[in-house]
């Protein structure tokens, strides 16, 4: 059966990249019990992994909000009201990017709408994560807490 070591092993191997990963993953997707039972991708050695359906999960991302609060600069550009969700840009991580935010509980939006005019805002963040079974993590947004000051 394969383990998250195993995949790791694999995809960090000599030749081996995210793209041989990848196609590992749909090949996976195909041993579905019904039609396909197991698949072996083994060297010339007989050395590799065997897939049976109940290891198509390794596969899957992992998706977690961190619980400890990071204070972060942003520049907020994009809002909607109602839903509560918008779109910011770091100004101190390098490199900086654009993730997309969910303002949490009860708060007012008001400060998060005069942020709309700011060119840096303070903000107080919780990360959401996303955990690839390559070990890799990428921030995949931020769950606003408040605007500091």
């Given at each position: ?101 969910q ?20 903000l ?21 807490l408040?605007?500091?000051?």
């Open positions: 059966m394969a383990s998250g070591y195993a995949l790791r092993h694999l995809a960090h191997q000599g030749n081996a990249n995210l793209q041989n990963f990848q196609d590992l993953t749909s090949l996976a997707k195909l041993v579905d019990g019904d039609h396909i039972s197991s698949l072996s991708v083994l060297d010339n050695k007989k050395e590799g992994i065997h897939l049976l359906p109940a290891d198509n999960n390794l596969f899957n991302p992992t998706t977690v909000i961190e619980d400890k609060a990071l204070e972060v600069s942003a520049k907020i550009f994009r809002l909607d009201v109602e839903s509560r969700t918008g779109r910011l840009r770091t100004l101190e991580a390098e490199p900086q990017a654009e993730y997309p935010f303002i949490i509980g009860r708060q007012s939006l008001h400060p998060y709408v005069l942020a709309l005019e700011q060119d840096r805002t303070g107080r963040v919780l990360r959401e994560i996303v955990r690839h079974p390559t070990g890799a993590e990428i921030v995949h947004g931020f769950h606003l408040g605007v500091l000051g």
